[in-house]
């Protein structure tokens, strides 16, 4: 198992920054594909975000591309999400998750939410025009 803990949401103005971080536990944090999604009222859970446990990032969903930045710390066993120019269509929770594909079923699944078995409780990004 894996426990997935999100931090560093908030309400911000919008062209603000913000990071989100995931902290897991329970599993070898170096093995573990990364993901970030997110959710905004009403509407369905869409990728935002995935990193590799080689530490390749995955193309962003193009909502975010050039805004956003994900990274990990392996010796930290986090998962980071840089958020810049911030919009108040950004505004959703924002999930973390986890999953342990192969590099080649990673490379076609990153953006779908079943190529990760593990998810984060969501934390909360409000942002204001």
């Known amino acids: 198992q894996v426990q997935l803990v999100e931090s560093g949401g908030g309400l911000v103005q919008a062209g603000d920054s913000l990071r989100l971080s995931c902290a897991a536990s329970g599993r070898t944090f170096s093995n573990l594909n990364m993901g970030w999604f997110r959710q905004a009222p009403g509407k369905e859970r869409e990728f935002v975000s995935a990193?590799?446990?080689?530490?390749?990032?995955?193309p962003y969903a193009d909502s975010v591309k050039g805004r956003f930045t994900i990274s990990r710390d392996n010796a930290k066993n986090t998962v980071y999400l840089q958020m810049t120019s911030l919009k108040p269509e950004d505004t959703a929770v924002y999930y973390c998750?986890?999953?342990?594909?192969?590099?080649?079923?990673?490379?076609?699944?990153?953006?779908?939410?079943?190529?990760?078995?593990?998810w984060g409780q969501g934390t909360q990004v409000t942002v204001s025009s």
């Open positions: 990193i590799a446990r080689s530490g390749g990032v995955m």
């Open positions: 998750a986890a999953g342990a594909l192969g590099p080649l079923t990673l490379a076609s699944m990153y953006g779908m939410p079943r190529a990760y078995e593990y």
